[in-house]
Protein backbone atom coordinates (compact mmCIF):
# COMPACT_ATOMS: atom_id res chain seq x y z
CA UNK A 1 0.00 0.00 0.00
CA UNK A 2 1.62 3.27 -1.07
CA UNK A 3 0.92 5.98 1.83
CA UNK A 4 -0.97 9.26 0.87
CA UNK A 5 -0.36 11.79 3.47
CA UNK A 6 -2.53 14.69 3.89
CA UNK A 7 -2.16 17.96 5.95
CA UNK A 8 -5.01 18.70 8.02
CA UNK A 9 -3.67 21.56 9.85
CA UNK A 10 -1.64 22.20 12.99
CA UNK A 11 -2.56 20.81 16.11
CA UNK A 12 -3.70 23.54 17.84
CA UNK A 13 -6.75 23.62 15.87
CA UNK A 14 -8.12 20.35 16.92
CA UNK A 15 -10.10 21.27 20.46
CA UNK A 16 -9.37 18.21 23.48
CA UNK A 17 -11.98 15.94 23.46
CA UNK A 18 -14.61 17.12 20.85
CA UNK A 19 -15.04 16.17 17.16
CA UNK A 20 -14.18 18.09 14.48
CA UNK A 21 -14.70 18.08 10.59
CA UNK A 22 -11.94 17.92 7.90
CA UNK A 23 -11.85 17.79 4.64
CA UNK A 24 -9.59 16.91 1.46
CA UNK A 25 -8.87 18.57 -1.81
CA UNK A 26 -11.68 16.16 -2.96
CA UNK A 27 -14.56 16.62 -0.61
CA UNK A 28 -13.85 13.33 1.52
CA UNK A 29 -15.01 14.21 5.18
CA UNK A 30 -13.45 12.88 8.26
CA UNK A 31 -14.19 13.17 11.81
CA UNK A 32 -11.52 14.15 14.55
CA UNK A 33 -11.36 13.88 17.24
CA UNK A 34 -7.99 14.61 19.69
CA UNK A 35 -6.83 12.84 22.79
CA UNK A 36 -3.95 14.30 23.97
CA UNK A 37 -1.15 14.61 22.77
CA UNK A 38 -2.62 12.07 19.47
CA UNK A 39 -6.03 12.77 16.62
CA UNK A 40 -8.06 9.64 15.75
CA UNK A 41 -9.51 10.49 12.49
CA UNK A 42 -12.91 8.17 11.60
CA UNK A 43 -15.17 8.68 8.23
CA UNK A 44 -17.34 11.36 9.09
CA UNK A 45 -20.53 9.95 7.34
CA UNK A 46 -21.75 7.03 10.04
CA UNK A 47 -21.76 3.54 8.28
CA UNK A 48 -25.35 3.05 9.16
CA UNK A 49 -27.17 5.98 7.26
CA UNK A 50 -24.45 8.50 6.19
CA UNK A 51 -25.54 11.23 9.23
CA UNK A 52 -22.28 13.13 10.02
CA UNK A 53 -20.24 11.83 13.18
CA UNK A 54 -18.64 15.23 13.62
CA UNK A 55 -21.95 16.48 14.68
CA UNK A 56 -21.99 13.84 17.59
CA UNK A 57 -21.06 13.41 21.20
CA UNK A 58 -17.99 12.10 22.80
CA UNK A 59 -18.04 10.18 26.14
CA UNK A 60 -14.86 8.59 27.34
CA UNK A 61 -13.42 7.79 23.56
CA UNK A 62 -16.66 7.01 22.49
CA UNK A 63 -18.00 9.01 19.40
CA UNK A 64 -21.57 8.52 19.59
CA UNK A 65 -23.58 9.45 16.21
CA UNK A 66 -26.25 11.81 16.89
CA UNK A 67 -29.75 10.51 14.81
CA UNK A 68 -29.86 6.69 16.28
CA UNK A 69 -27.18 6.16 18.67
CA UNK A 70 -24.74 4.41 17.22
CA UNK A 71 -21.20 4.53 19.04
CA UNK A 72 -17.85 4.04 18.08
CA UNK A 73 -14.75 3.71 19.87
CA UNK A 74 -12.38 6.19 17.72
CA UNK A 75 -9.34 4.54 18.57
CA UNK A 76 -10.40 1.55 16.77
CA UNK A 77 -13.45 2.61 14.95
CA UNK A 78 -15.05 -0.57 16.48
CA UNK A 79 -18.76 -0.01 17.15
CA UNK A 80 -20.01 -0.76 20.39
CA UNK A 81 -23.93 -0.14 19.90
CA UNK A 82 -25.16 -0.25 16.50
CA UNK A 83 -24.20 -2.32 13.53
CA UNK A 84 -21.22 -2.42 11.44
CA UNK A 85 -17.93 -0.44 12.73
CA UNK A 86 -16.66 2.24 10.88
CA UNK A 87 -13.22 3.17 8.48
CA UNK A 88 -10.80 4.59 10.54
CA UNK A 89 -7.31 6.08 9.02
CA UNK A 90 -4.03 6.49 10.52
CA UNK A 91 -2.39 9.64 11.47
CA UNK A 92 0.42 11.13 12.85
CA UNK A 93 1.68 14.69 14.15
CA UNK A 94 4.66 16.44 12.47
CA UNK A 95 6.38 19.73 13.64
CA UNK A 96 3.50 20.44 15.28
CA UNK A 97 0.89 19.78 12.72
CA UNK A 98 -2.04 16.71 11.88
CA UNK A 99 -1.10 14.13 8.83
CA UNK A 100 -3.93 11.46 7.89
CA UNK A 101 -2.71 9.11 5.45
CA UNK A 102 -5.78 8.81 2.86
CA UNK A 103 -4.65 5.20 1.11
CA UNK A 104 -7.08 2.53 2.05
CA UNK A 105 -5.16 -1.08 3.00
CA UNK A 106 -7.49 -3.08 0.76
CA UNK A 107 -6.41 -6.68 2.22
CA UNK A 108 -6.52 -5.15 5.81
CA UNK A 109 -10.01 -3.57 4.98
CA UNK A 110 -11.79 -6.42 3.06
CA UNK A 111 -10.86 -8.42 6.22
CA UNK A 112 -12.43 -6.31 8.20
CA UNK A 113 -15.59 -6.30 6.05
CA UNK A 114 -15.73 -9.73 5.84
CA UNK A 115 -15.85 -9.73 9.64
CA UNK A 116 -18.54 -7.22 9.48
CA UNK A 117 -20.67 -9.24 7.44
CA UNK A 118 -20.33 -12.72 9.27
CA UNK A 119 -21.11 -10.99 12.43
CA UNK A 120 -24.64 -9.23 10.49
CA UNK A 121 -25.30 -12.63 9.42
CA UNK A 122 -24.98 -14.09 12.52
CA UNK A 123 -27.15 -11.27 14.02
CA UNK A 124 -29.75 -11.69 11.55
CA UNK A 125 -29.47 -8.24 10.11
CA UNK A 126 -29.65 -8.44 6.67
CA UNK A 127 -29.53 -4.75 5.83
CA UNK A 128 -26.02 -4.64 7.50
CA UNK A 129 -24.90 -7.26 5.57
CA UNK A 130 -25.91 -5.85 2.33
CA UNK A 131 -24.22 -2.87 3.24
CA UNK A 132 -21.08 -4.33 4.14
CA UNK A 133 -21.46 -6.48 0.87
CA UNK A 134 -21.70 -3.46 -0.94
CA UNK A 135 -18.22 -1.88 0.90
CA UNK A 136 -16.35 -4.95 0.21
CA UNK A 137 -17.69 -5.04 -3.52
CA UNK A 138 -16.09 -1.45 -3.87
CA UNK A 139 -12.92 -2.50 -3.24
CA UNK A 140 -12.71 -3.75 -6.58
CA UNK A 141 -11.65 -7.28 -5.55
CA UNK A 142 -14.14 -9.25 -7.41
CA UNK A 143 -13.26 -8.04 -10.96
CA UNK A 144 -12.15 -11.57 -12.38
CA UNK A 145 -14.19 -13.72 -10.32
CA UNK A 146 -15.92 -14.34 -13.89
CA UNK A 147 -19.20 -14.47 -12.85
CA UNK A 148 -22.47 -12.01 -13.56
CA UNK A 149 -23.01 -11.37 -9.62
CA UNK A 150 -20.60 -8.97 -10.06
CA UNK A 151 -19.56 -6.23 -7.63
CA UNK A 152 -21.35 -8.49 -4.80
CA UNK A 153 -19.68 -11.81 -5.78
CA UNK A 154 -17.24 -11.62 -2.85
CA UNK A 155 -20.48 -11.03 -0.37
CA UNK A 156 -22.76 -13.78 -1.99
CA UNK A 157 -19.24 -16.24 -1.35
CA UNK A 158 -18.78 -15.14 2.10
CA UNK A 159 -22.66 -16.06 2.56
CA UNK A 160 -22.07 -19.81 1.26
CA UNK A 161 -19.12 -19.81 3.49
CA UNK A 162 -20.65 -18.37 6.69
CA UNK A 163 -23.74 -20.80 6.29
CA UNK A 164 -21.85 -23.65 5.67
CA UNK A 165 -19.54 -23.32 8.97
CA UNK A 166 -22.49 -22.09 11.21
CA UNK A 167 -25.06 -24.40 9.67
CA UNK A 168 -25.66 -26.66 12.71
CA UNK A 169 -26.91 -30.00 11.37
CA UNK A 170 -25.46 -29.23 7.96
CA UNK A 171 -26.33 -27.86 4.49
CA UNK A 172 -30.21 -26.25 4.61
CA UNK A 173 -32.60 -24.16 3.01
CA UNK A 174 -31.03 -21.09 3.38
CA UNK A 175 -27.79 -21.92 1.17
CA UNK A 176 -30.21 -24.80 -1.17
CA UNK A 177 -31.69 -20.96 -1.93
CA UNK A 178 -28.47 -19.19 -2.15
CA UNK A 179 -27.70 -21.59 -5.02
CA UNK A 180 -30.88 -21.02 -7.20
CA UNK A 181 -30.75 -16.91 -6.27
CA UNK A 182 -27.23 -16.83 -7.50
CA UNK A 183 -28.52 -18.47 -10.95
CA UNK A 184 -31.37 -16.01 -11.09
CA UNK A 185 -28.98 -13.24 -10.83
CA UNK A 186 -26.49 -14.14 -13.22
CA UNK A 187 -29.41 -14.88 -15.67
CA UNK A 188 -30.60 -11.11 -14.94
CA UNK A 189 -33.76 -12.64 -13.37
CA UNK A 190 -33.61 -10.56 -9.92
CA UNK A 191 -31.59 -7.77 -8.72
CA UNK A 192 -28.27 -9.31 -7.43
CA UNK A 193 -29.33 -6.72 -4.13
CA UNK A 194 -32.16 -7.67 -3.29
CA UNK A 195 -31.30 -11.49 -3.83
CA UNK A 196 -28.56 -11.14 -1.40
CA UNK A 197 -31.20 -9.60 1.43
CA UNK A 198 -33.25 -12.57 0.98
CA UNK A 199 -30.33 -15.17 0.75
CA UNK A 200 -28.70 -13.44 3.89
CA UNK A 201 -32.16 -13.49 5.74
CA UNK A 202 -32.76 -16.95 5.38
CA UNK A 203 -28.92 -17.96 5.96
CA UNK A 204 -29.41 -15.34 9.37
CA UNK A 205 -32.38 -17.12 10.53
CA UNK A 206 -31.46 -20.45 10.58
CA UNK A 207 -28.24 -19.75 12.51
CA UNK A 208 -29.05 -16.32 14.36
CA UNK A 209 -26.25 -16.36 17.05
CA UNK A 210 -24.57 -19.54 16.70
CA UNK A 211 -20.60 -19.99 16.18
CA UNK A 212 -19.12 -22.62 13.58
CA UNK A 213 -20.41 -25.84 14.16
CA UNK A 214 -18.43 -27.73 16.86
CA UNK A 215 -16.02 -30.32 15.33
CA UNK A 216 -16.17 -29.09 12.10
CA UNK A 217 -15.23 -25.56 12.73
CA UNK A 218 -12.34 -27.80 14.74
CA UNK A 219 -11.37 -29.39 11.88
CA UNK A 220 -10.94 -26.54 9.78
CA UNK A 221 -8.75 -24.58 12.05
CA UNK A 222 -6.65 -28.41 12.07
CA UNK A 223 -6.79 -28.57 15.74
CA UNK A 224 -8.81 -32.13 15.12
CA UNK A 225 -6.79 -35.33 14.36
CA UNK A 226 -9.25 -36.14 11.63
CA UNK A 227 -8.36 -32.49 10.12
CA UNK A 228 -6.10 -34.09 7.09
CA UNK A 229 -6.68 -37.76 6.86
CA UNK A 230 -2.64 -39.17 6.84
CA UNK A 231 -2.59 -41.38 3.41
CA UNK A 232 -5.31 -40.58 0.97
CA UNK A 233 -6.85 -43.85 -0.67
CA UNK A 234 -7.61 -44.51 -3.47
CA UNK A 235 -10.94 -46.07 -2.31
CA UNK A 236 -11.59 -42.74 -0.46
CA UNK A 237 -15.07 -42.15 -2.14
CA UNK A 238 -16.18 -45.41 -0.84
CA UNK A 239 -15.07 -44.54 2.61
CA UNK A 240 -17.19 -41.12 2.68
CA UNK A 241 -20.21 -43.38 2.09
CA UNK A 242 -19.19 -45.94 4.48
CA UNK A 243 -19.28 -43.43 7.04
CA UNK A 244 -22.25 -42.13 5.90
CA UNK A 245 -24.00 -45.26 6.56
CA UNK A 246 -22.68 -46.18 10.03
CA UNK A 247 -23.77 -42.59 10.67
CA UNK A 248 -19.72 -41.36 12.03
CA UNK A 249 -20.32 -37.91 11.05
CA UNK A 250 -16.76 -36.68 12.16
CA UNK A 251 -15.19 -39.20 9.84
CA UNK A 252 -17.37 -38.79 7.08
CA UNK A 253 -17.12 -34.87 7.23
CA UNK A 254 -13.31 -34.78 7.83
CA UNK A 255 -12.76 -37.14 4.65
CA UNK A 256 -15.17 -35.15 2.57
CA UNK A 257 -12.69 -32.03 3.48
CA UNK A 258 -9.84 -34.01 2.21
CA UNK A 259 -11.43 -35.63 -0.85
CA UNK A 260 -12.30 -31.77 -2.09
CA UNK A 261 -9.07 -30.52 -1.45
CA UNK A 262 -7.38 -33.53 -3.48
CA UNK A 263 -10.14 -34.33 -6.11
CA UNK A 264 -12.41 -31.26 -6.26
CA UNK A 265 -16.34 -31.21 -6.35
CA UNK A 266 -15.73 -34.38 -9.30
CA UNK A 267 -14.39 -36.42 -6.10
CA UNK A 268 -17.21 -35.49 -3.96
CA UNK A 269 -19.73 -35.92 -6.23
CA UNK A 270 -18.60 -39.62 -6.66
CA UNK A 271 -18.42 -39.76 -2.99
CA UNK A 272 -21.99 -38.76 -2.41
CA UNK A 273 -23.80 -39.99 -5.48
CA UNK A 274 -24.27 -44.15 -3.88
CA UNK A 275 -25.48 -42.77 -0.76
CA UNK A 276 -27.97 -40.53 -2.05
CA UNK A 277 -29.07 -43.10 -4.71
CA UNK A 278 -29.32 -45.99 -1.78
CA UNK A 279 -32.61 -44.42 -0.36
CA UNK A 280 -35.26 -41.36 0.04
CA UNK A 281 -33.57 -38.99 2.23
CA UNK A 282 -35.49 -36.57 4.72
CA UNK A 283 -38.60 -36.31 2.27
CA UNK A 284 -35.80 -35.94 -0.85
CA UNK A 285 -33.58 -33.36 0.94
CA UNK A 286 -30.88 -35.59 0.35
CA UNK A 287 -30.38 -35.66 -2.77
CA UNK A 288 -31.96 -32.12 -3.88
CA UNK A 289 -29.13 -30.42 -1.12
CA UNK A 290 -26.24 -32.60 -2.34
CA UNK A 291 -27.36 -31.00 -5.95
CA UNK A 292 -27.40 -27.83 -5.03
CA UNK A 293 -24.45 -27.85 -2.48
CA UNK A 294 -22.39 -29.00 -6.19
CA UNK A 295 -23.64 -26.37 -7.78
CA UNK A 296 -22.63 -24.06 -5.15
CA UNK A 297 -19.10 -25.24 -4.40
CA UNK A 298 -18.22 -25.22 -8.38
CA UNK A 299 -19.57 -21.36 -8.41
CA UNK A 300 -16.97 -20.56 -5.46
CA UNK A 301 -14.22 -23.12 -5.33
CA UNK A 302 -13.08 -21.35 -2.34
CA UNK A 303 -15.90 -22.43 -0.17
CA UNK A 304 -16.38 -25.30 -2.00
CA UNK A 305 -14.08 -27.74 1.22
CA UNK A 306 -17.29 -25.69 3.96
CA UNK A 307 -20.30 -26.46 1.11
CA UNK A 308 -19.65 -30.14 0.78
CA UNK A 309 -18.66 -30.52 4.12
CA UNK A 310 -22.06 -29.66 5.29
CA UNK A 311 -23.62 -31.42 2.77
CA UNK A 312 -22.15 -34.44 3.74
CA UNK A 313 -23.29 -33.42 8.02
CA UNK A 314 -27.03 -33.26 6.36
CA UNK A 315 -26.82 -36.19 5.07
CA UNK A 316 -25.17 -37.89 8.13
CA UNK A 317 -28.43 -36.71 9.94
CA UNK A 318 -30.72 -37.82 7.38
CA UNK A 319 -33.62 -39.84 8.04
CA UNK A 320 -33.93 -42.67 5.51
CA UNK A 321 -37.59 -42.77 4.79
CA UNK A 322 -37.39 -45.32 2.44
CA UNK A 323 -36.29 -47.55 5.47
CA UNK A 324 -39.20 -47.14 6.88
CA UNK A 325 -42.55 -49.69 6.83
CA UNK A 326 -44.95 -47.48 4.20
CA UNK A 327 -42.14 -47.34 1.61
CA UNK A 328 -42.07 -51.64 1.24
CA UNK A 329 -42.95 -51.32 -2.09
CA UNK A 330 -39.98 -49.03 -3.20
CA UNK A 331 -37.54 -50.90 -1.67
CA UNK A 332 -38.29 -54.04 -3.19
CA UNK A 333 -38.05 -52.36 -6.79
CA UNK A 334 -34.62 -51.29 -5.69
CA UNK A 335 -33.37 -54.86 -4.83
CA UNK A 336 -34.95 -55.58 -8.27
CA UNK A 337 -32.96 -53.08 -9.98
CA UNK A 338 -29.75 -54.54 -8.34
CA UNK A 339 -30.67 -57.85 -10.35
CA UNK A 340 -31.15 -55.70 -13.46
CA UNK A 341 -28.31 -56.39 -16.31
CA UNK A 342 -27.80 -52.89 -17.02
CA UNK A 343 -24.73 -51.92 -18.74
CA UNK A 344 -21.47 -52.21 -16.82
CA UNK A 345 -19.79 -49.01 -15.33
CA UNK A 346 -17.56 -47.21 -17.25
CA UNK A 347 -13.79 -47.08 -15.80
CA UNK A 348 -13.03 -43.64 -15.76
CA UNK A 349 -9.78 -41.92 -14.52
CA UNK A 350 -10.21 -42.07 -10.40
CA UNK A 351 -10.58 -37.92 -10.52
CA UNK A 352 -13.14 -38.11 -13.25
CA UNK A 353 -17.16 -38.47 -12.53
CA UNK A 354 -18.86 -40.94 -15.01
CA UNK A 355 -20.99 -40.05 -17.63
CA UNK A 356 -24.52 -40.64 -17.01
CA UNK A 357 -26.52 -42.48 -19.20
CA UNK A 358 -28.35 -40.87 -22.30
CA UNK A 359 -32.26 -39.64 -21.93
CA UNK A 360 -33.09 -41.66 -25.12
CA UNK A 361 -36.55 -40.04 -25.09
CA UNK A 362 -39.86 -42.41 -24.55
CA UNK A 363 -42.94 -42.54 -27.60
CA UNK A 364 -45.77 -40.47 -26.91
CA UNK A 365 -47.94 -43.07 -25.87
CA UNK A 366 -44.85 -44.89 -23.75
CA UNK A 367 -44.81 -41.53 -22.00
CA UNK A 368 -47.90 -41.24 -21.34
CA UNK A 369 -48.51 -44.69 -19.59
CA UNK A 370 -45.94 -44.65 -18.05
CA UNK A 371 -46.98 -41.48 -16.51
CA UNK A 372 -50.17 -42.83 -15.99
CA UNK A 373 -48.69 -45.85 -13.47
CA UNK A 374 -46.48 -43.20 -12.17
CA UNK A 375 -49.48 -41.26 -10.49
CA UNK A 376 -51.30 -44.22 -9.90
CA UNK A 377 -49.67 -44.65 -6.55
CA UNK A 378 -46.29 -46.14 -4.95
CA UNK A 379 -46.51 -49.79 -6.10
CA UNK A 380 -48.09 -48.89 -9.49
CA UNK A 381 -45.03 -46.33 -9.86
CA UNK A 382 -41.74 -48.02 -8.99
CA UNK A 383 -43.12 -51.41 -10.69
CA UNK A 384 -43.69 -49.56 -14.11
CA UNK A 385 -39.94 -47.92 -13.02
CA UNK A 386 -38.87 -51.14 -13.40
CA UNK A 387 -40.33 -52.69 -15.95
CA UNK A 388 -39.34 -49.92 -18.62
CA UNK A 389 -35.46 -50.27 -16.80
CA UNK A 390 -35.25 -53.97 -17.46
CA UNK A 391 -36.56 -53.33 -21.01
CA UNK A 392 -33.32 -50.67 -21.63
CA UNK A 393 -35.11 -47.95 -21.13
CA UNK A 394 -32.83 -44.47 -19.93
CA UNK A 395 -32.97 -43.61 -16.55
CA UNK A 396 -32.68 -39.83 -17.61
CA UNK A 397 -35.53 -40.40 -20.08
CA UNK A 398 -37.77 -42.13 -17.12
CA UNK A 399 -36.69 -39.67 -14.84
CA UNK A 400 -37.99 -36.73 -17.21
CA UNK A 401 -41.30 -38.31 -16.96
CA UNK A 402 -41.26 -38.78 -13.69
CA UNK A 403 -40.47 -34.92 -13.57
CA UNK A 404 -43.37 -34.28 -15.47
CA UNK A 405 -45.85 -36.18 -13.38
CA UNK A 406 -44.53 -34.92 -10.54
CA UNK A 407 -45.72 -31.54 -11.68
CA UNK A 408 -48.94 -32.49 -12.54
CA UNK A 409 -49.36 -33.77 -8.94
CA UNK A 410 -48.57 -30.61 -8.10
CA UNK A 411 -51.08 -28.91 -9.95
CA UNK A 412 -53.67 -31.39 -8.61
CA UNK A 413 -52.90 -30.56 -4.62
CA UNK A 414 -56.11 -30.35 -2.39
CA UNK A 415 -55.78 -27.33 -0.68
CA UNK A 416 -58.42 -28.92 1.86
CA UNK A 417 -55.38 -30.36 3.58
CA UNK A 418 -54.28 -27.16 4.52
CA UNK A 419 -57.20 -26.39 6.97
CA UNK A 420 -57.67 -29.34 8.67
CA UNK A 421 -56.54 -28.99 12.05
CA UNK A 422 -55.91 -33.14 12.79
CA UNK A 423 -53.28 -33.30 9.48
CA UNK A 424 -50.16 -31.54 8.73
CA UNK A 425 -49.94 -31.68 5.34
CA UNK A 426 -49.41 -28.86 3.52
CA UNK A 427 -48.58 -27.97 -0.15
CA UNK A 428 -44.31 -27.93 0.43
CA UNK A 429 -44.72 -31.45 1.02
CA UNK A 430 -45.63 -31.97 -2.85
CA UNK A 431 -42.96 -29.35 -3.57
CA UNK A 432 -40.60 -31.69 -2.41
CA UNK A 433 -41.54 -34.54 -5.46
CA UNK A 434 -41.21 -31.95 -7.74
CA UNK A 435 -37.46 -30.69 -6.51
CA UNK A 436 -36.19 -33.97 -6.24
CA UNK A 437 -37.27 -35.33 -9.33
CA UNK A 438 -35.05 -32.82 -11.19
CA UNK A 439 -32.17 -33.19 -8.45
CA UNK A 440 -32.37 -36.97 -9.55
CA UNK A 441 -32.10 -35.92 -13.06
CA UNK A 442 -29.32 -33.23 -12.47
CA UNK A 443 -27.76 -35.71 -10.50
CA UNK A 444 -28.22 -38.75 -12.60
CA UNK A 445 -26.22 -37.11 -15.43
CA UNK A 446 -23.39 -37.71 -13.65
CA UNK A 447 -24.15 -40.99 -12.33
CA UNK A 448 -23.10 -44.82 -12.73
CA UNK A 449 -26.02 -46.59 -15.18
CA UNK A 450 -27.24 -48.39 -11.81
CA UNK A 451 -27.07 -45.08 -9.77
CA UNK A 452 -29.16 -43.45 -12.07
CA UNK A 453 -31.82 -46.25 -12.52
CA UNK A 454 -32.01 -46.58 -8.12
CA UNK A 455 -32.40 -42.58 -8.65
CA UNK A 456 -35.53 -42.90 -11.00
CA UNK A 457 -37.04 -45.52 -8.73
CA UNK A 458 -36.73 -43.28 -6.18
CA UNK A 459 -38.71 -40.60 -7.85
CA UNK A 460 -41.01 -42.50 -9.16
CA UNK A 461 -42.28 -44.57 -5.73
CA UNK A 462 -42.21 -40.69 -4.34
CA UNK A 463 -44.66 -38.83 -6.53
CA UNK A 464 -46.48 -42.02 -6.53
CA UNK A 465 -46.84 -42.56 -2.59
CA UNK A 466 -47.95 -38.69 -2.43
CA UNK A 467 -51.72 -39.71 -4.60
CA UNK A 468 -53.52 -38.76 -1.47
CA UNK A 469 -52.70 -35.36 -1.84
CA UNK A 470 -55.03 -34.91 -4.76
CA UNK A 471 -57.83 -32.92 -4.74
CA UNK A 472 -61.31 -35.12 -5.48
CA UNK A 473 -61.91 -34.87 -9.76
CA UNK A 474 -65.03 -32.18 -9.22
CA UNK A 475 -68.52 -34.15 -9.17
CA UNK A 476 -70.18 -32.09 -12.08
CA UNK A 477 -68.50 -30.46 -15.66
CA UNK A 478 -65.85 -27.74 -14.89
CA UNK A 479 -67.06 -24.19 -15.45
CA UNK A 480 -65.96 -22.73 -18.43
CA UNK A 481 -62.10 -21.74 -18.80
CA UNK A 482 -61.87 -18.04 -17.79
CA UNK A 483 -61.03 -16.21 -21.10
CA UNK A 484 -57.32 -15.02 -20.96
CA UNK A 485 -56.86 -10.97 -19.95
CA UNK A 486 -53.76 -8.61 -19.15
CA UNK A 487 -50.51 -9.83 -17.96
CA UNK A 488 -49.41 -12.82 -16.22
CA UNK A 489 -47.10 -10.96 -13.52
CA UNK A 490 -50.35 -9.00 -13.07
CA UNK A 491 -52.27 -11.54 -12.66
CA UNK A 492 -49.89 -13.31 -10.15
CA UNK A 493 -49.62 -10.31 -8.08
CA UNK A 494 -53.11 -9.88 -7.66
CA UNK A 495 -53.28 -13.35 -6.34
CA UNK A 496 -56.08 -14.42 -9.33
CA UNK A 497 -55.42 -18.05 -9.51
CA UNK A 498 -57.79 -18.67 -12.25
CA UNK A 499 -56.80 -15.85 -14.29
CA UNK A 500 -52.93 -16.26 -14.09
CA UNK A 501 -53.90 -19.77 -15.78
CA UNK A 502 -56.49 -18.94 -18.28
CA UNK A 503 -53.15 -16.92 -19.56
CA UNK A 504 -50.22 -19.23 -19.27
CA UNK A 505 -52.66 -21.99 -20.94
CA UNK A 506 -52.09 -19.15 -24.12
CA UNK A 507 -48.18 -19.08 -24.13
CA UNK A 508 -46.66 -21.55 -26.39
CA UNK A 509 -42.84 -22.73 -25.20
CA UNK A 510 -41.08 -19.46 -25.91
CA UNK A 511 -43.78 -17.37 -23.56
CA UNK A 512 -43.14 -19.76 -21.00
CA UNK A 513 -39.63 -19.62 -20.43
CA UNK A 514 -40.38 -15.87 -20.64
CA UNK A 515 -42.94 -16.31 -17.67
CA UNK A 516 -40.84 -18.40 -15.60
CA UNK A 517 -37.87 -15.27 -15.74
CA UNK A 518 -40.68 -12.99 -15.07
CA UNK A 519 -42.11 -14.40 -12.33
CA UNK A 520 -38.99 -14.99 -10.20
CA UNK A 521 -39.10 -11.55 -8.43
CA UNK A 522 -42.55 -12.86 -7.06
CA UNK A 523 -41.43 -16.04 -5.44
CA UNK A 524 -38.33 -14.28 -4.93
CA UNK A 525 -39.67 -11.01 -3.12
CA UNK A 526 -43.61 -11.14 -2.62
CA UNK A 527 -44.73 -14.68 -2.36
CA UNK A 528 -44.26 -15.47 1.16
CA UNK A 529 -42.90 -13.74 4.12
CA UNK A 530 -41.03 -16.33 6.17
CA UNK A 531 -37.62 -17.44 4.88
CA UNK A 532 -38.49 -21.11 5.00
CA UNK A 533 -41.68 -20.62 2.36
CA UNK A 534 -39.45 -18.27 0.25
CA UNK A 535 -36.89 -21.12 -0.14
CA UNK A 536 -39.67 -23.29 -1.19
CA UNK A 537 -40.95 -21.16 -3.85
CA UNK A 538 -37.78 -20.65 -5.57
CA UNK A 539 -36.41 -23.60 -5.75
CA UNK A 540 -39.39 -24.69 -6.79
CA UNK A 541 -39.38 -22.30 -9.60
CA UNK A 542 -36.07 -23.34 -10.40
CA UNK A 543 -37.11 -27.25 -10.61
CA UNK A 544 -40.07 -26.84 -13.09
CA UNK A 545 -38.53 -24.62 -15.04
CA UNK A 546 -35.68 -26.58 -15.79
CA UNK A 547 -37.73 -29.58 -16.04
CA UNK A 548 -39.57 -27.82 -19.02
CA UNK A 549 -36.20 -26.93 -20.61
CA UNK A 550 -34.82 -30.16 -20.81
CA UNK A 551 -38.36 -32.30 -21.73
CA UNK A 552 -38.31 -32.74 -25.37
CA UNK A 553 -42.22 -32.47 -25.54
CA UNK A 554 -42.75 -29.83 -22.71
CA UNK A 555 -45.87 -28.48 -21.93
CA UNK A 556 -47.64 -26.25 -19.80
CA UNK A 557 -47.82 -28.91 -17.11
CA UNK A 558 -45.03 -27.20 -15.42
CA UNK A 559 -45.81 -23.44 -15.26
CA UNK A 560 -49.55 -24.59 -14.32
CA UNK A 561 -47.85 -26.45 -11.45
CA UNK A 562 -46.02 -23.12 -10.79
CA UNK A 563 -49.02 -20.90 -10.31
CA UNK A 564 -51.04 -23.50 -8.65
CA UNK A 565 -48.65 -23.29 -5.78
CA UNK A 566 -47.31 -19.96 -6.07
CA UNK A 567 -50.27 -17.49 -6.67
CA UNK A 568 -52.61 -18.61 -4.03
CA UNK A 569 -51.83 -16.84 -0.23
CA UNK A 570 -51.19 -19.81 1.96
CA UNK A 571 -51.19 -19.67 6.18
CA UNK A 572 -47.56 -19.70 6.98
CA UNK A 573 -48.14 -19.91 10.66
CA UNK A 574 -50.94 -21.96 11.15
CA UNK A 575 -51.44 -21.41 15.13
CA UNK A 576 -54.62 -23.50 15.74
CA UNK A 577 -53.54 -26.34 13.67
CA UNK A 578 -50.28 -26.81 15.77
CA UNK A 579 -52.19 -26.52 18.85
CA UNK A 580 -54.81 -28.95 18.02
CA UNK A 581 -52.28 -31.58 16.55
CA UNK A 582 -50.18 -30.72 20.38
CA UNK A 583 -53.08 -31.86 22.43
CA UNK A 584 -54.42 -34.53 19.97
CA UNK A 585 -51.45 -36.11 20.60
CA UNK A 586 -50.75 -35.79 24.51
CA UNK A 587 -54.50 -36.95 24.65
CA UNK A 588 -53.97 -40.30 22.66
CA UNK A 589 -50.14 -40.42 21.83
CA UNK A 590 -50.37 -41.01 17.86
CA UNK A 591 -48.98 -39.20 15.46
CA UNK A 592 -50.79 -36.62 12.97
CA UNK A 593 -53.08 -37.86 9.41
CA UNK A 594 -50.39 -37.77 6.91
CA UNK A 595 -50.37 -38.58 3.19
CA UNK A 596 -49.35 -41.66 3.77
Same mark, same amino acid.
Not at 133 to 142: E, I, S
Not at 190 to 201: G, M
Given at each position: ???????????????? =????????????????????????????????????????? #???????????????????????????????????????????????? *????????????? =?? +? /??? @???? /?????????????????????????? /?????????? =???????????????????????????????????????????????????????????????????? $???????????????????? @????????????????????????? !???????????????????? $???????????????????????? *???????????? #????????????????????????????????????????? #?????????? *????????????????????????????????? $? !????????? #?????????? @?????????????????????????????????????????? /?????????????????????????????????????? @?????????????????????????????? $???????????? =????????? +????????????????????????????
Amino acid at each position: MKADWIDLGPLSEFPA =EEPVLRKDDAGRRFACVRRGDEVHALDDRCPHQGYPLSQGA #LRGGVLTCAWHNWKFDVASGACSFGGEAVRRHATRIDGGRVLLNRAVD *TAAEARRLVAGLR =EA +V /ARD @EPDR /ALREGLRLGALGLHRGAGTGLGSLHL /AFEVLARDGA =ERAEHGFDHGLALLADLCAWVERGWVPAEEAFVVAAHAIGEASARLGPRGKGAARARGSSPLARIAEF $ESDEPAKVSEALTAERRDEA @EARMRELVEVRGTAGARRALLPFVA !QQLHDYGHGAIFVSKALELA $ERFSSAADEVLAASTVQLAWATAD *TSLPPFAATRAA #LARVAELPLPAPPTPDADAAPAGPAAAPLSPAERAAFEAEV #LSGEREAVEA *TVRWLGRGAAPLALLGAIGHAAAVRLARFDAAW $E !QRLDAEVGV #LDVTHAVTFA @EAASALGRGALPREAAQLAVLAAGFVGKLRSADAAPPAAAPP /AARAPSGALVDATAARDVGGALAIARQLDAAGRRRAFA @ELAPFAAFDAAVRPIFTAHAVKTLEALQRL $EASDPRPDGAYL =EALLSYVVP +VRRELHVRRIAAVAKKFMADGRPPEGLY
